[in-house]
């Protein structure tokens, strides 16, 4: 399951309690700050936060500002990736 966590501050510390709160495996946490410009704008900072279904620890995974498409684009190959790890 993954959810999504639009934060105006203190982004990791949230989109973790979140995820946790929330039983999510990945959570995708943007700033969404007005400075940021990511509300309305074609760009986005990603940070994907990732349960270890082993441990429970969370993993960041903070990606490089791209186009909100190839963020669309990087998820999904994130996801097909991890259903293919995960298939026998």
Not at 18 to 35: E, L, Q, T
């Amino acid at each position: 399951m993954i959810g999504f966590a639009a934060e105006t501050e203190h982004l990791i510390d949230n989109a973790t309690a979140k995820i946790k709160r929330k039983g999510c495996d990945w959570i995708v946490a943007n700033d969404v700050s007005p400075a940021t410009g990511i509300m309305g704008g074609d760009s986005n900072t990603v940070n994907l936060l990732m349960r270890n279904k082993a441990s429970g620890e969370i993993a960041v995974d903070s990606w490089a500002p791209m186009s909100k498409d190839d963020v669309a684009a990087t998820l999904v190959a994130r996801i097909a990736s991890a259903i293919a790890k995960d298939t026998p």
